[in-house]
């Protein structure tokens, strides 16, 4: 059986988003101005407003493929790294 071992970085951070030309509304719009209650509906096209947003990132740093693993041992590895060990 082969195992893949990934280690991935992971971070959050902060971002502008927005200022794109896309649709941001409709408005009806009269066929003929002597016929009353006849509309067609027109898209009104406009920059979307920029937000600060945090973006969840992920980096993959390591990855490797393995024909065996130790997995009692890799989890006590991992737990003495996060222990300062």
Known sequence: ???RIII???SQDKTVVGREW???GQERVPVDESVP???YTKDVYGYTPE???IK???ETIYDQLVEDL???KVIAVIN???QGN
Request: net charge negative; proline share 4%; hydrophobic share 30%.
């Open 70 to 72: 130790d997995i009692p």
């Open 1 to 3: 059986m082969k195992y």
């Open 37 to 39: 209650d006849k509309y």
């Open 80 to 82: 003495n790294i996060n």
């Open 56 to 58: 969840d990132t992920q």
């Open 22 to 24: 896309k649709i941001i």
């Open 51 to 53: 937000v600060e947003t």
């Open 8 to 10: 991935e970085r992971a």
